[in-house]
């Protein structure tokens, strides 16, 4: 290898015509999944204070923020859902008229080629706040395997091109597979949140989806932070049990796990650029104590750059305006 005088680095930093030839990763609006939350009523347009831009929508709202979606090129959505009512066994998850099976139906219609991605979790519905249903004091896995399926096989009836499981019990995407494969859904798709930390970055997430553990937290069942190979055993698991594409969660406080996923594995990953994620950069952009344009380009190209497929981002109507 030559090195200094007769190798300069510099030589290809000069001019910006040649800075960007030599651009080895670069966004597109295709990379991305929007994030959005949807909630009984009409004409509800509810921002979530620690997410600025993002909102809680009520149906005829949703159909509003769907043609700006499509229109920006943004590919996919994932919904998730506010119901009318809480319970402990979070029943409007996997009820025919629930609102995530109303809102995959009318995006459906108006949109036939979004691709509309449902989050199978029980925490929006559930009283307690919890991912599973609760027996002594504790969420009982298998018990809420059949749930999990249920929920599944619902929104897959409802139109949903793609399930996500993000409630992190062992055996979900197996379970999810059966229900599905049992009853035609042979194609419907699996991403699982695989590798799903027990972070504090959900906060505004939960905040905006009211889903706060009302007990305890989540260490339970989500990853310990500070462990890498119990995510990959996490993903090789996923894979076996039918995972079609696995994620990372969050994103840019894993990238290292990002990029050994991306090694280690041939199924696509996507990384979930989460809520606290968002608002840091909203926060900080809004004091003017970052410039939030090229922070938000330099995060979202770091989780691409990592290994990441696709991104699921808060930004994505953002960047896909910046990139056009
Ligand atoms: C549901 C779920 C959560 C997120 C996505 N699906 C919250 C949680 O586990 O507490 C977080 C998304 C975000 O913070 O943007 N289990």
Request: one cysteine or more.
């Amino acid at each position: 290898m030559s090195s200094f005088p007769s190798m300069r680095p510099r030589r290809l930093r000069g001019v910006p015509m040649l800075r960007e030839m030599v651009q080895e990763t670069r966004l597109s609006a295709r990379d991305f999944v929007y994030p959005l939350f949807v909630t009984h009523g009409r004409n509800v347009q509810q921002e979530i204070a620690p997410m600025p831009g993002i909102f809680q929508l009520s149906l005829d709202r949703l159909l509003l923020e769907i043609a700006t979606v499509v229109d920006l090129g943004i590919p996919a959505v994932l919904l998730f859902g506010i119901p009318r009512s809480k319970d402990a066994e979070g029943s409007e998850a996997y009820d025919a008229n629930g609102i995530i099976q109303e809102a995959v139906r009318v995006i459906k219609q108006a949109a036939p080629e979004l691709l509309v991605i449902t989050d199978i979790c029980l925490c929006d519905y559930t009283d307690h706040g919890h991912c599973g249903v609760i027996d002594d004091g504790a969420v009982d896995n298998d018990r809420s395997l059949d749930l999990l399926a249920r929920t599944a096989l619902c929104q897959a009836e409802a139109g949903s091109d793609m399930v996500a499981p993000s409630a992190m019990m062992d055996g979900q995407v197996a379970a999810i597979r059966s229900a599905l494969d049992g009853a035609s859904f042979t194609d419907t798709p699996i991403m699982s949140y695989s590798a799903k930390y027990a972070s504090a970055f959900y906060g505004p997430f939960r905040a905006a989806a009211g889903s706060t553990p009302g007990f305890g937290d989540r260490k339970g069942y989500q990853i310990d932070p500070p462990n890498g190979n119990e995510a990959l055993r996490e993903i090789e698991m996923d894979i076996a049990e039918g995972a079609d594409i696995v994620m990372v969660k969050p994103a840019l406080a894993y990238l290292d796990v990002i990029t050994r996923a991306k090694q280690a594995f041939t199924t696509p990953v996507a990384a979930y650029n989460v809520s606290g994620e968002y608002a840091m950069v909203k926060a900080a952009s809004q004091n003017e104590w970052l410039d939030g344009k090229r922070s938000t380009i330099e995060i979202l190209t770091a989780i691409k750059r990592a290994g990441a497929d696709l991104i699921i981002s808060y930004h994505s109507k953002d960047i896909a305006e910046w990139l056009s």
